[in-house]
């Protein structure tokens, strides 16, 4: 091993690193804002795969446009459940959302497999060689796909810290009662949370694909990973979701001439036993959003 | 009146439709078989067709007469290619309808789930499953297979890479018994041979990307990759083996290597891949009588689904050992003659009449496949021949075929 190859594993797990990070972003702002573990992010991942995989099939549609129609069909699936499940499940203890949240993850993945099979699916894209720097191998697809999600998760952080739509948003997370009290009104503000948690789902499922393939689990398989980095991140923490992932994927692919690629999720998984020990909120979290 | 009458024949006709076992029972014995394939499931493209050639053998073997005295008759069930499901079905086949042999399981999952209730029941089971553990947990000898193992799919790679002057293979393989099965049946042979194998990987499932174990096999300078994988995770592998430029070559299992994979990649991704697949005994008589057969019932030829003729040989020979067990003789008997009537030595025959009439004159008879060769060996397994498939400009263009001794 020279540093070559490090330098190239660490590449790897940065990029990695970003598509884990929008899921996992997903389902922090949830966790934050609703409370409770959105168990349906990684078949919203799917369903926004899929979407984009049913209109480049509808005809010759560049990838771009199919992946903004799957914005649009996402984000509405995502903001629909929120109406018809997740707002009547408000008052309840934590584990009845999330077990709706699970049910609703097997409607849409049991959904997608009714109407388009098994089979493997794949993005209508070419592919490029990748560039060399005396070793370093780049992929232009991969700088892409990294180069989008930073790009998405952007967006979101100057939503949440710069707008007055995040300001609102965290004065509902930090408090419900409080936030009600100073005249800012839930109804709107959850169903624009719940649309920008559908949009963030679809573009990383459409990353996801245009990096692997699209089936039917590829959301569901993604979801532990998503929920390691939340949780290594500090829970309701948008920064932190987003560093864990990036934790979690480099410490994965630096393992791999130590341990083999078999055990990289054990790894990754004792990183997070770690964390958690040290630092139970987690690597941003603060200690009174756990409760 | 008259036509009340026909009415009332009509529907006593169509009950003893439904009831095929009373309208036979009273002819005389019959010899239960029940076919479990995968009508639904991962197995699907596969199971009609294998059905199909199970009722086109009954059919056969019936209209020659029977085999040992007795008819057959024949219940059918989907798998699913579930193992639950499977279960349920078989249990089904053999308390209910009492067959004595259950044939044309075709997942591994399901030939293992459906072995306990075949051999506690003491009756015959036939499969076309890969997974080398079925070979041993076969301890009555009751369970045959038509199917290469993946320890032979292994054992045929090396055998293609030796004859293509490969000399530095590295392996790939998924994390699952039949993904190791084919890269150990390699590495054994390949070493047996005096080669060395350059480096190995084993990778996990459901990964957004493999670009570290590529690294990881890359960096040992193959010339040539053996695979135990996937069609989902060959796509990724390969892509990204392709994107960074890397120029050896990949052998890899026909049901990984297949038209999804072009049709998911593009010929230039995949030109040169080494695919390899069983393929039926196709200069043999009883291969062009089946294939006759399989055309004129399903409209497709026989090469569409070598399964198919698979399991149409499990009728076949076991209708033949019936014939060479001779009448009222048990389960017992007739599974003790499998591997006599299938096996060398013995005058060969291409279709169960001339098996029959060999027998008649107490010649012993070696049953020359549709699938292959059909010689078992102590554990009850067949080993049919290796097609070489090269990817050419999108297309599977068979270049070879290979067999392999065990």
């Known amino acids: 091993m020279t540093w070559i190859d490090f330098a190239n594993l660490l590449i790897n797990g940065l990029i990695e690193g970003l598509v884990v990070a929008l899921p996992a972003l997903a389902m922090t702002l949830v966790m934050g804002v609703n409370r409770f573990p959105n168990a349906a992010t990684g078949d919203l991942l799917t369903t926004g795969a899929y979407a984009a995989v049913a209109v480049q099939m509808l005809g010759g549609v560049p990838l771009w446009l199919a992946a903004l129609a799957s914005v649009a069909t996402t984000a509405a699936v995502s903001a629909g459940s929120y109406q018809l499940i997740f707002r009547k499940l408000a008052g309840r203890p934590m584990v009845a959302s999330m077990l709706a949240a699970i049910g609703l993850g097997f409607l849409l993945r049991s959904l997608i497999s009714f109407f388009a099979g098994h089979d493997q699916r794949t993005f209508d894209m070419p592919l490029v060689r990748a560039w060399n720097f005396g070793g370093i191998r780049i992929l232009p697809t991969d700088l892409l796909i990294a180069a989008i999600a930073a790009a998405c998760l952007l967006v979101v952080f100057v939503l949440i810290y710069r707008t007055s739509f995040g300001r609102q948003l965290r004065a509902v997370a930090d408090s419900a009662d409080l936030a009600r009290a100073s005249g800012i009104r839930a109804g709107g503000l959850m169903l624009c949370l719940w649309l920008l948690v559908g949009a963030l789902s679809s573009i990383s499922g459409v990353l996801l694909g245009m990096k692997a393939i699209v089936t039917p689990e590829m959301g569901w398989e993604s979801l532990i990973p998503a929920f390691a980095a939340m949780v290594l991140g500090g829970i309701g923490s948008p920064l932190g979701a987003v560093l864990g992932a990036l934790l979690l994927c480099v410490v994965q692919e630096l393992s791999v001439p130590l341990l083999g690629p078999s055990y990289k999720l054990v790894l990754s998984f004792l990183v997070l036993a770690l964390v958690l020990l040290l630092r139970p909120a987690g690597i941003l979290g603060r200690v009174q959003l756990v409760r | 009146m008259q036509r009340r009458n026909f009415v009332k024949l009509g529907a006593a006709a169509a009950a003893l439709q439904c009831l095929p076992s009373i ?191 590529l690294q990881k096999i890359l960096a040992a300078k193959p010339d040539v990759i053996v695979m135990g994988s996937y069609l989902p995770d060959t796509t990724i592998i390969l892509r990204e083996w392709f994107q960074s430029g890397a120029d050896n070559k990949w052998v890899i299992p026909g049901w990984a290597a297949n038209p999804d994979l072009v049709k998911a990649l593009g010929p230039e991704v995949c030109e040169g891949i080494i695919s390899v697949e069983t393929v039926s005994n196709e200069k043999s008589t009883s291969y062009a009588q089946f294939d006759a057969a399989f055309t004129k019932a399903t409209g497709k030829a026989a090469s569409t689904n070598i399964y198919a003729a698979m399991a149409y040989d499990m009728v076949i020979s076991l209708a033949l050992a019936m014939e060479a067990a001779g009448p009222k003789a048990t389960v017992e008997q007739v599974n003790a003659r499998l591997r006599e009537v299938s096996n060398a030595p013995g005058t060969a025959v291409y279709s169960f009449a001339e098996g029959k009439a060999q027998l008649g004159k107490k010649a012993k008879v070696n049953y020359e496949g549709a699938s292959s060769k059909l010689d078992f060996d102590k554990f009850g397994d067949a080993t049919p021949d290796f097609g070489v498939f090269v990817i050419e400009k999108g297309q599977l263009v068979r270049r070879d075929v290979v067999s392999i001794t065990m």
Not at chain 2, 79 to 98: F, G, Y
Not at chain 2, 110 to 139: K, R, W
Not at chain 2, 195 to 204: D, L, R
Request: charge should be positive; hydrophobic fraction near 40%; aromatic fraction near 8%.
């Open chain 2, 23 to 213: 309208g036979f029972s009273q002819q005389g014995e019959v010899f239960r078989i029940g076919s479990l394939t995968p009508i639904t499931g991962a197995g699907s493209p596969y199971g009609p067709g294998m059905q199909q050639a199970i009722r086109l053998a009954v059919d056969e073997v019936n209209a020659a007469g029977g085999a040992g005295g007795r008819k057959l008759e024949l219940f059918t069930e989907d798998d699913q290619t579930k193992p639950d499901a499977a279960v349920l079905a078989a249990k089904k086949l053999i308390e209910v309808n009492k067959v004595q042999a259950v044939l044309g399981t075709w997942a591994s999952g399901v030939t293992l789930a459906v072995m306990p209730l075949t051999e506690a029941a003491g009756i015959v089971q036939m499969n076309v499953s890969g997974a080398p553990a079925i070979s041993t947990l076969d301890t009555r000898d009751l369970v045959w297979r038509f199917q290469a193992t993946n320890d032979r799919f292994g054992a045929a790679f090396a055998e293609i890479c030796a004859k293509r002057g490969f000399k530095r293979p590295a392996t790939m393989a998924f994390n699952n018994a039949s993904g190791l099965g084919n890269v150990e049946g390699f590495t054994r042979v390949w070493e047996k041979r005096g080669g060395k194998v350059a480096a190995h990987v084993t990778y996990e499932p459901s990964r957004p990307s493999y670009r570290s174990e």
